[in-house]
C-alpha cells in the first residue's frame, strides 16, 4: 500500500474546500467559539472542537437531506 494517501482529510470534491471554510466559520460564530488563527487545534478545548465538528456534521447532513428531498421526483 505505499504511496496511497490514506487521510481522511482528503476532500472527495476539492473545489468544496471554500464552501467548508466559510461553514466552519459560520458554526464557530454561532457557538461562540474561537478558531485558532494559526491553524494549530492542539491547544483549543476539546468541548470546543467536538462542539464545532458535532455542529459542521448535522448542517452537512441537513445540506445533504435537502438536496435529495428536492431530487426526488415521485
Known amino acids: 500500500?505505499?504511496?496511497?494517501?490514506?487521510?481522511?482529510n482528503t476532500l472527495v470534491v476539492p473545489?468544496?474546500?471554500a464552501a467548508l471554510e466559510q461553514l466552519k466559520y459560520e458554526a464557530a460564530q454561532e457557538?461562540?467559539?474561537q478558531?485558532?488563527?494559526d491553524g494549530y487545534y492542539g491547544?483549543?478545548?476539546?468541548?470546543?472542537?467536538?462542539s464545532l465538528g458535532g455542529y459542521i456534521?448535522?448542517?452537512l447532513v441537513q445540506i445533504a437531506e435537502?438536496?435529495?428531498a428536492g431530487?426526488?421526483?415521485f
Do not use: C
Open 1 to 8: 500500500m505505499a504511496g496511497q494517501n490514506r487521510s481522511s
Open 15 to 17: 473545489q468544496a474546500r
Open 31 to 33: 457557538l461562540g467559539v
Open 35 to 37: 478558531i485558532p488563527q
Open 43 to 50: 491547544n483549543m478545548a476539546t468541548r470546543d472542537a467536538g
Open 57 to 59: 456534521t448535522k448542517r
Open 66 to 68: 435537502q438536496q435529495l
Open 71 to 73: 431530487s426526488r421526483q
